[in-house]
């Protein structure tokens, strides 16, 4: 059994278009969270939701914008794609009882965008 | 706001060497946890071992221990035994416990391991 899974793994584009990524996680988790990784492999945190509210939004670009439909998706549409958008984007979630961590962040498999 | 710096950018050792990775971060916060992530070529994130700021005691995972020193605020992966699949990109990452995880990770740069046979 898949926990987090993305779809699609592979994503080609144009500049200009629009597209999603879509995630879920079948762990019961209630928080989830994108992270983009750029060409020197470096991660950064985009966007953490909780029971569908957005918990933090980093410095990312308003064309991002994350959109969960209930717990277990947490979906990341991009419009007017850049080509400096092109990077891996990573799904996770983990779970949270108040205001303790209760597990750590499992990750799903990544999507590789590239827009040319 | 939290930093992560792991420096090495990439090691290379033996099969059956130990090897260990360093990092330090940086932080005003008190209770937090560390990770290590293994990224293989395959891109998925692998949890290899975590640690929590209030535990005194170094986590251990098989081969895989962790040297955690709070004052000096590093946190070094120590490989023991390196095998061929240990050949991977290392993540050092950083989450505030405050909040119940809501920052997400904090990643260093990752040290890329070679493990040559």
């Known amino acids: 059994d898949t926990a987090v899974s993305q779809t699609p793994k592979y994503l080609v584009t144009q500049m200009g278009n629009d597209k999603s990524i879509k995630c879920e996680q079948n762990?019961?988790?209630?928080?989830m969270y994108w992270y983009k990784q750029d060409s020197k492999k470096f991660l950064k945190i985009m966007f953490s939701y909780n029971n569908k509210e957005l918990i933090i939004n980093e410095t990312v670009p308003n064309r991002f914008s994350p959109k969960s439909p209930d717990k277990a998706h947490l979906n990341l549409h991009i419009n007017s794609l850049e080509l400096g958008d092109s990077a891996v984007y990573f799904c996770a979630s983990s779970s949270r009882r108040g205001q303790l961590l209760d597990n750590e962040q499992f990750f799903g498999p990544g999507t590789r965008l590239t827009v040319l | 706001a939290q930093t992560v710096t792991q420096s090495q950018p990439e090691m290379s050792v033996q099969e059956a060497e130990t090897v260990t990775l360093s990092c330090t971060y940086d932080t005003s916060e008190s209770n937090y946890y560390l990770f290590w992530y293994k990224q293989p070529p395959s891109r998925q994130m692998i949890l290899v071992i975590r640690?929590?700021?209030?535990?005194?005691q170094n986590a251990t995972e098989n081969r895989f221990s962790v040297n955690f020193q709070k004052a000096a605020k590093s946190f070094s992966l120590k490989i023991s035994d390196s095998q061929l699949g240990d050949t991977a990109m290392y993540f050092c990452?950083?989450?505030?416990?405050?909040?119940?995880?809501?920052?997400?990770?904090?990643f260093g740069k990752g040290t890329h391991l070679i493990i040559q046979p």
């Open positions: 990452a950083f989450m505030n416990s405050g909040g119940g995880g809501a920052d997400g990770l904090t």
């Open positions: 762990l019961g988790h209630d928080t």
């Open positions: 640690q929590e700021a209030y535990k005194q």
